[in-house]
């Protein structure tokens, strides 16, 4: 059974600072993991998708890498901003199980003027 | 914009009850997945239907069912309602079973008394 663990729960930043999001899953045999981001009390935003072949996607100030032998992932952002705040889930989809996605209990980041 | 609307926003039921929640798919999307988010975790699968087929179902018992029509618009119903069915039901749908991208609705935030 595929698990998707993310450090740290929580996380509280400045303004500026780069910051990295660590996910890890149990299961190497994933097709494709995905980071998203939820608002509180809304729908999932999806940030970047990573093909099991790949090994990192970059979108504006945004980098996540993969690492599928170890079982982990980083989401990477730079010169975090006050409207960064957010809860950051990452999710993976195990091959040959249609869309079926397996997602962590997320990092929620507040970050400070 | 993700096009993927869900009604209702919030819900109140006492336990026992049955609900009806309702998803209308992003245009020509025909793949539907619904999850079930509760305070504080990730989303957990609950089940997929493409072309008004289910197609692939988690570890959620029979009281959980779902149909999609043939506008590819779906409704999960929820009997015999439990507290711990109290959570945020998202939706989320797809160009085909095998689409990696998946787009996610709003949500319906559900409290079972």
């Known amino acids: 059974k595929q698990e998707v663990t993310q450090i740290p729960a929580a996380l509280s930043v400045p303004e500026g600072e780069n910051l990295v999001l660590n996910c890890s899953f149990t299961?190497?045999?994933?097709?494709?993991l995905q980071w998203f981001r939820q608002d509180p009390g809304k729908g999932l935003t999806s940030l970047l998708l990573?093909?099991?072949?790949?090994r990192e996607q970059t979108s504006g100030r945004l980098n996540a890498s993969l690492d599928k032998s170890s079982g982990r992932s980083t989401l990477y952002i730079a010169a975090s901003q006050p409207g960064d705040s957010a809860t950051y889930l990452c999710?993976?989809?195990?091959?040959?199980?249609?869309?079926?996605?397996?997602f962590g209990t997320g990092t929620r980041l507040q970050v400070t003027l | 914009e993700t096009g993927v609307t869900q009604s209702p926003t919030h819900l109140i039921k006492t336990r026992g009850q049955q609900v009806t929640l309702r998803c209308s798919s992003q245009?020509?999307?025909?793949?539907v997945s619904w999850y079930q988010q509760a305070l504080g975790q990730g989303p957990q699968f609950i089940f997929q239907?493409?072309?008004?087929?289910?197609?692939g179902r988690g570890n959620f018992p029979p009281r959980f069912s779902g149909l999609q029509f043939p506008n590819y618009s779906s409704e999960l119903n929820v009997n015999a309602l439990e507290l711990d069915d109290s959570a945020l039901y998202l939706c989320a749908s797809s160009l085909g079973a095998g689409e990696e991208t998946q787009y996610f609705g709003p949500g319906t935030r559900l409290l079972v008394l």
């Open positions: 990573i093909q099991s072949s790949q």
């Open positions: 245009s020509g999307h025909n793949t």
């Open positions: 239907y493409y072309r008004e087929e289910e197609n």
């Open positions: 999710a993976v989809r195990l091959t040959g199980t249609a869309s079926k996605l397996t």
């Open positions: 299961d190497s045999a994933i097709y494709n």
